[in-house]
């Protein structure tokens, strides 16, 4: 009789647990679901289509591509007088920056109905506005310590240092580390890159998300500069190029691929002065890379 309980009790179990994966991933679906009609409405009131879009900023030009395959977008201005946003928009905020653009392409991983999810790759460019009087201090002073030309990789690099909290098997924070950073080149451009990877067991005893983030600076002049972020639900190690990968880590890395190596900005209108960012293209750092 005691058996027959346990199996009857089993039994049971097995019978209620595909309803309750259903049900969970009905509620995805359904959230799934009412982002897409959002974003079908948002793309009727102010179309956003993937394609080549080219933004003026002063007299200098950014352009991007907005690949193939984008679930969402959002695209804000096409000329940007950074002279008008400091003294009319920005005169008394600390904060002074303007987005250009920004996409993302939503993922779903794993095999129905035992797991599902919805993971996205997104992509989006700002401009930054730094204080004018940085450029303008004496290095041989006491101030030197905050003196800053964006038109030099020294400060494009010491922007991009920065550390992360280090957590132990429990989940449980014991420290801090410094995050990798390096120099790459896009399209002949210098870019200081800031690497961070979430993923390791300590973060998932945390609760907390799998994912990379990249994030790139490069100048446009003394006081402003050009801020990319990429970020990507997965680990490149976990997900090596040489072993076959899921269908959406393709997706997501040749996404990131098309729009990183369409990024061009064009020199000052009719300057003389040297854009010391600039580099031959045959230095151009593989695009395998920067999708990795």
């Given at each position: 009789?005691k058996?027959d309980?346990?199996?009857?009790?089993l039994f049971?179990?097995?019978?209620?647990?595909?309803?309750?994966?259903l049900a969970e991933?009905y509620?995805?679906?359904?959230a799934n679901r009412?982002?897409?009609?959002?974003?079908?409405?948002?793309?009727?009131?102010?179309?956003v289509?993937?394609?080549d879009?080219?933004?003026?900023?002063?007299?200098r030009?950014f352009?991007m591509?907005i690949?193939?395959?984008r679930?969402?977008?959002?695209?804000?201005?096409?000329d940007?007088?950074?002279?008008?946003?400091?003294e009319?928009?920005?005169?008394?905020?600390?904060q002074?920056a303007?987005s250009?653009?920004?996409?993302?392409?939503k993922?779903?991983s794993g095999i129905?109905p035992?797991?599902?999810?919805?993971d996205?790759?997104?992509i989006g460019?700002?401009v930054f506005?730094?204080?004018?009087w940085?450029?303008?201090i004496?290095r041989t002073s006491?101030?030197?310590s905050?003196?800053?030309?964006?038109r030099?990789?020294?400060?494009?690099?010491k922007?991009?240092?920065?550390?992360?909290?280090i957590?132990?098997?429990?989940?449980?924070?014991?420290?801090?580390?410094?995050l990798?950073?390096d120099?790459?080149?896009i399209n002949g451009?210098q870019?200081?890159?800031q690497?961070?990877?979430?993923?390791?067991s300590a973060?998932?005893v945390a609760?907390?998300?799998?994912e990379?983030v990249?994030?790139?600076?490069?100048?446009?002049?003394?006081?402003?500069?050009i801020k990319?972020?990429v970020?990507?639900?997965y680990i490149?190690?976990?997900?090596?190029k040489d072993?076959?990968?899921p269908?959406?880590v393709?997706?997501?890395?040749a996404?990131?691929?098309q729009?990183?190596?369409?990024?061009?900005?064009s020199p000052?209108?009719?300057s003389?002065?040297p854009d010391?960012?600039?580099v031959?293209?045959?230095?151009n750092?593989?695009i395998?890379?920067?999708?990795?």
């Amino acid at each position: 009789m005691k058996y027959d309980s346990i199996a009857l009790a089993l039994f049971m179990m097995l019978v209620s647990l595909p309803n309750a994966v259903l049900a969970e991933d009905y509620e995805l679906r359904e959230a799934n679901r009412h982002e897409e009609v959002r974003q079908h409405w948002a793309d009727v009131n102010n179309p956003v289509p993937p394609g080549d879009y080219i933004i003026k900023i002063d007299d200098r030009t950014f352009s991007m591509t907005i690949p193939q395959g984008r679930t969402a977008a959002s695209y804000h201005r096409k000329d940007i007088d950074t002279k008008y946003y400091r003294e009319q928009i920005f005169s008394d905020r600390d904060q002074k920056a303007l987005s250009l653009i920004g996409f993302r392409q939503k993922h779903q991983s794993g095999i129905w109905p035992l797991v599902r999810s919805y993971d996205e790759t997104s992509i989006g460019a700002g401009v930054f506005l730094a204080e004018e009087w940085e450029s303008k201090i004496d290095r041989t002073s006491e101030k030197a310590s905050m003196w800053a030309d964006y038109r030099t990789l020294e400060s494009l690099v010491k922007m991009t240092k920065s550390s992360n909290y280090i957590y132990d098997a429990q989940g449980n924070r014991v420290g801090r580390e410094d995050l990798p950073r390096d120099v790459v080149v896009i399209n002949g451009r210098q870019w200081a890159r800031q690497h961070y990877e979430k993923g390791d067991s300590a973060r998932a005893v945390a609760g907390l998300p799998e994912e990379t983030v990249d994030t790139y600076y490069t100048g446009l002049s003394a006081d402003s500069y050009i801020k990319l972020g990429v970020r990507y639900p997965y680990i490149a190690s976990r997900y090596p190029k040489d072993k076959e990968r899921p269908e959406w880590v393709k997706q997501s890395s040749a996404f990131i691929a098309q729009a990183l190596s369409s990024i061009k900005i064009s020199p000052p209108a009719g300057s003389t002065e040297p854009d010391f960012l600039v580099v031959d293209e045959s230095q151009n750092t593989p695009i395998e890379m920067l999708a990795p």
